[in-house]
């Protein structure tokens, strides 16, 4: 099965949900609760956003998180990347030379085409359009069919 990690998924509610309101600096308090996520959660994600400037923190009375760029301007990519680190679908794409059948591996080539797609087609979704509500009906993106057309 093919999916992000919570933590991954947690941090782009938190940043859906700071997109709404973008310039506005907002406490890892306030982001749990509005949210619904655990505030140890939530801080802990923070500090990964906040380590590769997704976000920027101030402290004082005043204090909280920030993005650091609009919204339109990160991507669901930036997210994963944030929190889960460098991915791929296999090892050998994370982690080149981690797997003795590399060198042999005659789907190398065609794991690592597929992984920069996938990466390709989530740089294309920025956080502003996560914001929308809605699915689109047409239940595609880019021609990836996300769930089965209507009746």
């Known amino acids: ?15 859906v949900r700071m997109a709404r309101e973008p310039a506005r600096v907002m406490s890892a308090a306030h982001l749990a609760a509005e949210t619904r996520l655990a505030a140890p959660t939530v801080s802990k994600v923070l500090k990964l956003l906040a380590s590769r ?13 920030l993005l650091t760029r609009q ?3 990160i991507s669901v990519a930036d997210i994963i990347e944030a929190v889960d680190g460098p991915w791929g679908l296999t090892q050998c794409v994370i ?12 789907a190398l080539g065609p794991w690592h085409r ?6 390709g087609a989530l740089a294309k979704i920025t956080l502003d359009e996560m914001t929308d509500s809605p699915p689109p009906r047409s239940g595609r993106v880019e021609g990836i069919r996300l ?5």
């Open 1 to 15: 099965m093919l999916r992000m990690s919570m933590l991954a998924d947690y941090g782009t509610v938190i940043l």
């Open 53 to 65: 400037a997704l976000v920027v923190a101030s402290r004082g009375k005043n204090g909280g998180y």
């Open 71 to 73: 919204p339109d301007e």
């Open 95 to 106: 982690e080149p030379g981690a797997c003795p059948q590399e060198s042999s591996c005659a």
């Open 114 to 119: 597929v992984s920069r797609a996938l990466r």
């Open 147 to 151: 769930w089965p057309e209507e009746g």
